[in-house]
């Protein structure tokens, strides 16, 4: 599943389309967020794409699926450190994917109690793993458990995208990014994929415009 065809994703996708103009002309058919299952595999992967861009991780992403094609911790903890690294792994990654295995082994259902928390409850319950930080347990929320009102502030997409938005020559301050998406409670996981989107769309465009030849250059 698309991560914005998630139920408690697409109704908010459709409200702020319809009302907030920044929003309006967004093509939610170039959207390519994919859902993720809500387990040892998606958390892994939270932990795999943390510091690398999306391009990166989702490259390190199939290398891992290659090695473990199955969500299995116990598997994951027979995968030599070469493997590992083979799928993008830096030793710190390692040990903390090997931590979260060990943490599912000893208790299975850590992830799953997860879905009777609230929002700030599960993010504190993911913070008590190693090499997990806000930023990593809000992705975990937003992809894997499909939570409609996420915001995830030191996102770079989402400050670039904050500043575009805002017209700003600078970066704004993690203050103004949550004043910038509070009249869009309780939908900021939709606002997210539209601020990402946004981001991408100016990038783009940015791109095009300086390979444009200069205005009476020869050739």
Not at 155 to 180: F, N, S, T
């Amino acid at each position: 599943m698309l991560l914005h065809e998630s139920p408690g994703i697409a109704p908010g996708l459709k409200h702020l389309m319809a009302t907030v103009p920044h929003f309006a002309d967004a093509d939610p058919a170039k959207f390519d967020w994919l859902r993720r299952d809500a387990d040892f595999g998606g958390m892994l992967r939270m932990i795999l794409g943390q510091q690398v861009s999306t391009h990166a991780a989702t490259a390190m992403a199939n290398k891992l699926a290659l090695l473990m094609p199955e969500s299995d911790p116990q598997f994951f903890l027979t995968l030599s450190d070469q493997q590992l690294m083979s799928a993008g792994f830096s030793r710190q990654k390692m040990r903390y994917g090997r931590a979260l295995a060990e943490t599912l082994l000893g208790d299975p259902d850590f992830l799953r109690r997860l879905e009777d928390e609230d929002d700030e409850a599960a993010i504190a319950t993911l913070l008590q793993l190693p090499g997990i930080g806000r930023w990593s347990a809000e992705i975990y929320l937003m992809f894997c458990l499909g939570r409609p009102d996420v915001w995830p502030v030191g996102d770079l997409g989402i400050v670039i995208g904050a500043q575009y938005l805002l017209g700003l020559d600078a970066k704004p301050r993690p203050e103004e990014i949550v004043a910038l998406a509070e009249p869009w409670r309780p939908h900021r996981s939709a606002a997210s994929l539209l601020v990402w989107h946004h981001y991408a769309k100016v990038n783009a465009a940015r791109r095009l415009e300086h390979k444009k030849p200069a205005k009476g250059s020869a050739g």
